[in-house]
């Protein structure tokens, strides 16, 4: 068996005494061609009733570049709608294999903090791994391979280098890269469970919350939980959104999200 890699330095995110609920998301790939997704989003995120949301990756179907929002209306859209949270509730983002080029001047911008992956939630008694868990899925070689080349800075700064439309062109033919890929069949790859539990061991924690790979469901780690989040889907059969609410005393519930209805 090849020896697990390296765990990576974990981030800290406290609590704040007043927390009650928190709400944890991901997958939401937010796209302008789909927007019963974007409703129903903006709606919970305004009707909410937790002291803190935190959105674990991909919240974007692609990211390309901070500068993309000022020719963008939708992406100014959500940035009102993460704005406009961000003044009654905590809110924080961890980047995602989607969106890993979203900056720190947009979430600054927006009020929101900068999560690193993974990062510890200590909120009294409880300290829970949150990651957006595509570095746990050891078994998708080909897509660990490409995220160790793509989340290094020297191809950051090249890709971002180059001319918005440049960059736009390549997002859409990965996208399409993707897309074929899925329609082969190959099931996602899931959280290694061996790496899992080193996290957690590192972490000092007995509960990992995170979401990519689309199989939203409870796994059992020995003493400890593995919680897997829901992806958004309002606009295509099945249609699939939740978050998952903890609370201060432990309990974790899942909260289905339904469409906006439509005006009439």
Not at 4 to 11: A, D, T
Not at 50 to 75: K, R
Not at 130 to 135: E, I, M
Not at 243 to 255: Q, W, Y
Request: charged share 20%; net charge negative.
């Amino acid at each position: 068996m090849p020896a697990l890699p390296q765990s990576p330095p974990i981030g800290q995110l406290q609590a704040a005494a007043s927390w009650q609920t928190v709400d944890l998301m991901s997958d939401l790939h937010l796209q302008l061609s789909e927007q019963a997704t974007f409703e129903a989003w903006r709606h919970h995120m305004a009707t909410t009733p937790a002291q803190a949301v935190l959105i674990l990756g991909d919240l974007f179907e692609v990211w390309v570049g901070d500068d993309a929002v000022a020719l963008d209306p939708f992406l100014q859209q959500c940035a009102d709608v993460l704005r406009q949270t961000a003044q009654r509730c905590h809110v924080a983002f961890m980047p995602g294999n989607r969106d890993f080029l979203l900056g720190t001047d947009f979430l600054t911008s927006c009020g929101v903090q900068a999560l690193v992956d993974p990062t510890v939630l200590n909120w009294g008694q409880q300290r829970i791994l949150l990651s957006h868990g595509d570095a746990l899925c050891l078994d998708d070689r080909d897509y660990q391979l490409f995220r160790q080349r793509v989340r290094s800075t020297p191809w950051q700064k090249e890709f971002l280098s180059k001319p918005l439309n440049e960059r736009l062109a390549l997002a859409r033919a990965m996208r399409a890269q993707s897309e074929a890929q899925q329609q082969t069949g190959r099931p996602y790859a899931d959280a290694d469970s061996a790496l899992s539990l080193q996290w957690l061991r590192a972490a000092q924690a007995d509960r990992l919350v995170h979401g990519h790979t689309h199989r939203p469901a409870d796994h059992p780690l020995g003493s400890a939980t593995r919680q897997v989040l829901s992806d958004w889907s309002l606009d295509h059969a099945p249609v699939r959104a939740e978050v998952l609410r903890l609370h201060a005393d432990g309990f974790s519930e899942r909260v289905a999200v339904k469409p906006v209805a439509s005006a009439p």
